[in-house]
């Protein structure tokens, strides 16, 4: 098209339009005001100036290249001679949507399954401003790509031979890699020409380390984790993990729904017809869980994922390989506790996934409740095998996009 290439310069706002006509010498003033302030240029290296004119109730928009203060003024004072001058302002750039620099990012299959990327273009957040806790094994704080998006957490276990310690401020390292790749999921650093894309590189991670280096913990240090991630400026609960049914987690969960937070759990690996996995089967016990399935690299169910009627929402999850194989074009590739990155494959990368949907909802409209979140994600979400909501995709696969900005 026939714009031309800004050079690079500091954001400038918007002048807004006037509900009333400009004067000529007032629109003059502001066109040698916003020239001599811009340093936006064409190609040639002239000032774009934008004239906003109404004309029969419809605007006139033009964009003049100009050289100098001076002329910009010239142009607008002769603009507004007819009366009908509304706005004058200096053209901005814009450029292609584009996918991230980071050089893994084309192995990350989700990212063409769920539209992360046309979500962050329409709402303009990526999740800025939004806390999501981590419920883990802990984070690598300082992995290349987390490094400055990871806050300081908390630890909540038990010891290896199963007495309680005390909780304790940190999470920000991990010994088993389980809760650094479900950070890199949500969070990694996003256009920085390294490693991989996390889905909301906007938000904050919190780290609430709640499992041992084995991947295994108790449900009451999972308790704990949750309340003091409330506490704690939580706006999202991020629960890759899952067990039996226990009256402390039931009650943690509903604490976070009475403190209007969203809590994201794991549907479980234990197959069709397999135990209902806690605490996304208290999806069912109105305390505003949202139980995520997991979808293969062709949208359809892996045989690892546990159906069942308390599933809300799919998400990518592929299909295991073995370990951490690095096998990404049918596992989950993301961040690793060796600084390196790592592909594998289960709910628990599923559920990150609809985290990161669930604080983009959040970061783009601070006033939709948790349950307005859940339930915009389930009535937006795709729908996956049997028509309507069933036991094994719940609603859908998750769309950020759809989802928007709206409650």
Known sequence: MGAASPTAGKDEPARPASDRPIPPAEAGAQARDVAATTEVRTKDGAIPLVTVEEKSGK???????VRSPDEAAAVAEQKASDGDLHAVDVDKPVKALANPDDPLFGQQWAFTKVPFVAAWAADGTQGAGVTVAVVDTGVMANHPDLSGQ???GAHFLHSDTGEPVEPG????????????HVSGTIDAKSNNATGVS???PGVKILPVKVLCGDGNGFASDVADGIVWAVDNGARVINLSLGGGATPAEQAAVEYARDHDVVVVAAGGNDGTGGAASYPAAYSTADANVVAVAATDNANAHPSYGTTGAYLDVAAPGGVPVSGCAN??????LSTWNDGGYCSIAGTSMSTPHVSAAA???????????????KGRLRATAADLGAPGVDSTFGAGLVD???AGTSC
């Open 59 to 65: 605007p006139d928009i033009t964009s003049t290249p």
């Open 150 to 152: 990871v806050l300081t």
């Open 169 to 180: 401020v940190g999470g920000t390292d991990d010994f088993n890699g389980h809760g650094t």
């Open 198 to 200: 996390g889905a909301a």
């Open 327 to 332: 096998n990404p074009a049918v596992e989950i």
């Open 359 to 373: 604080a983009l909802l959040r970061a783009a409209n601070g006033a939709c409740t948790a349950a307005q979140v």
């Open 400 to 402: 950020p996009l759809a």
